[in-house]
């Protein structure tokens, strides 16, 4: 009998009775409940913070305002003669309506901004007012053989006559690297 008793493990809890399994089992079914919980308001966070705040590429897009392509209301000639021009390294060729129209100061206007297709680096326009250096207008990304034909001013102009500069700025296609800069003086009507 010695060797019986010698073999046997009696477990006993603080109140002389041995524990209960299910006891146990419940509270891990309820810690992995919590985990689970825990990672679903997680994944459901990350979730809802990509949906909320779009990427670098779709804010890069939506800032996009130029269409591909020269200006439409150019002749085949001149299309075919811009097509055929050559333009070298390190030049960049500019195009902006030096006197564009906008009906009211909150109104679109004639702008008629071309990124040539020729040039090797895409352009962004920012617009200035020469007698306050207020930048009145930014063109956003203007891919290689794009244009904006019209659009509306960042500030709203009372009616007049304004003499502005329209800054070009060229950035290599892959690196997005400042590469250079042209300006062109422009005098804006506002007329209403």
Same mark, same amino acid.
């Given at each position: 009998? @010695? ?19 299910? %006891? ?5 079914? /309820? ?16 979730? #809802? ?14 800032? /996009? %305002? ?6 439409? @209301? ?18 960049? %060729? ?11 100061? @909150? ?40 244009? /904006? ?5 960042? #500030? ?15 950035? @290599?296609?892959?690196?997005? /690297? ?15």
């Amino acid at each position: 009998m @010695d060797e019986q008793n010698q073999n046997t493990l009696v477990v006993e809890t603080e109140n002389g009775t041995a524990p209960k399994p299910k %006891k146990k089992r419940k509270k891990i079914l /309820i810690i992995i409940s919590v985990i689970v919980l825990a990672l679903m308001v997680g994944i459901g966070g990350v979730y #809802v913070y990509q949906y909320t705040h779009p990427s670098d590429a779709v804010q890069f897009e939506e800032q /996009i %305002k130029a269409k591909l392509g020269q200006l439409e @209301d150019k002749s085949n000639e001149e299309k075919l003669a811009a097509l055929n021009e050559i333009v070298q390294e390190g030049e960049l %060729k500019i195009s902006i309506n030096a006197s564009p129209v906008f009906a009211t100061g @909150d109104s679109e206007g004639d702008l008629r901004i071309e990124n040539h297709p020729n040039n090797l680096y895409e352009q962004r326009v920012v617009i200035t007012l020469d007698d306050t250096g207020e930048e009145i207008y930014h063109s956003g990304p203007m891919p290689i053989n794009s244009n /904006i034909y019209s659009d509306k001013l960042e #500030v709203d102009l009372d009616a007049g006559e304004y003499k502005a500069t329209a800054l070009f700025t060229a950035y @290599d296609p892959e690196t997005d /690297i400042e590469v250079g800069q042209a300006s062109a003086n422009i005098t804006i009507t506002v007329l209403g």
